[in-house]
Structures are given as structure tokens and as C-alpha cells.
């Protein structure tokens, strides 16, 4: 079983930023392609950037130019840059596999909130 690990969120001012976390470990061999998602209050879980295998990234329209998703595979280490923060970026952070991946989802973990102030 993977266990998911999200840090880094937190309170900030819009303009700002904020760096997440998410350490993999369990039956996880090494982390090459992982997915940032995130849960606005009274939303639906939503999809912000992914990285693949082939270390390609995508990001959803809201998002892009903002964030930067990388992965340090020494560490099973996804990280999420995000500049530029607005209040619609507001919500509960999580890691995880990408959507089609052949595996399915890991096991969710408690995620990041992020809040960010007008």
C-alpha cells in the first residue's frame, strides 16, 4: 500500500505563494509521475497539474503560468509551486496518481489547505 503525505499549506495574502509537499512511501518502488488535486469548499475534487512518466507536465487553465509541479525521485517527492496565489485557489490539497493511471488512485491522504486572503 502507498501512504501519501501532503505539507506546506497554509494561510497567505493574495500575491503570494506557497510551496506543497508530498512525500510517497509503502510499496512504492520510486515516484515518477503523480498528480496535485485539489477540494474547494462545497466543490468537487478537481485536477491542477500532473506530471508523467516522461516528465511532460500539464495543468489546468486556472492554474497554468502559476504553478509548477516537480518530482525528486531520491526522495518520493512531489512538490507544488504556486505563485501568484488568488482566493479561488482556496481549498484542501491532495497527491495522488494521475487520473487514468493503470493503477488506479492510491489511498487518499489528509491532504493541505491552502487559504489564501483577498
Known amino acids: 500500500q502507498v501512504r501519501l503525505v501532503e505539507s506546506g499549506g497554509g494561510l497567505v495574502q493574495a500575491g503570494g505563494s506557497l510551496r506543497l509537499s508530498c512525500a510517497a512511501s509503502?510499496?512504492?518502488?520510486?515516484?515518477?509521475?503523480m498528480s496535485w488535486y485539489r477540494q474547494a469548499p462545497g466543490k468537487q475534487r478537481e485536477l491542477v497539474a500532473t506530471?508523467?512518466?516522461?516528465?511532460?507536465?500539464s495543468y489546468a487553465d486556472s492554474v497554468k503560468g502559476r504553478f509548477t509541479i516537480s518530482i525528486d525521485n531520491a526522495k518520493n517527492t512531489v512538490y507544488l509551486q504556486m505563485n501568484s496565489l488568488q482566493p479561488e485557489d482556496t481549498g484542501v490539497y491532495y497527491c495522488?496518481?494521475?487520473?487514468?493511471?493503470?493503477?488506479?488512485?492510491?489511498?487518499w491522504g489528509q491532504g493541505t489547505q491552502v487559504t489564501v486572503s483577498s
Open positions: 506530471f508523467t512518466s516522461g516528465g511532460t507536465t
Open positions: 495522488n496518481a494521475p487520473p487514468l493511471n493503470r493503477g488506479g488512485f492510491y489511498s
Open positions: 509503502g510499496s512504492i518502488v520510486r515516484v515518477n509521475t
